[in-house]
């Protein structure tokens, strides 16, 4: 079964990524892809695609990552129905109550003007 997931490339702490075609069973730095679709920075958020090849792979039955899956959507690819997208997760703190921005305002104290204070 073919995959179409993110494969990195770049430096140390500066990742760029290849957006390939492979077998699902491989490892993604083995390097034996089956085709190059297009890559993405996520630096600048820059996403370059061959949409023709990915439609074609999609079409044939390659399964997207979930991420690949966004960046896809993202750039007007149309996904097969049986893509799954990721859910949203809704995650609540533990402690609600204990958050600052739950807590009571604090009131400031207002100081008397000196000069009701004489009179």
Known sequence: MLAIRMQRNGRTHFPVYRIVVQE??????SGRIV???????????KTVLDTEKVEFYLKNGAQPSTRVARILKL??????????????????????DKLRKNQ????????APAAEAEA
């Open 24 to 29: 699902s069973q491989r490892h993604p730095l």
């Open 35 to 45: 085709a190059e679709v297009g890559n993405y920075n996520p630096h600048t958020k």
């Open 75 to 96: 750039n007007g690819v149309k996904l097969p129905a049986w893509v799954k997208e990721a859910s949203v997760k809704n995650t609540k703190a533990k402690h609600a």
């Open 104 to 111: 009571p305002k604090e009131e400031p104290v207002e100081e």
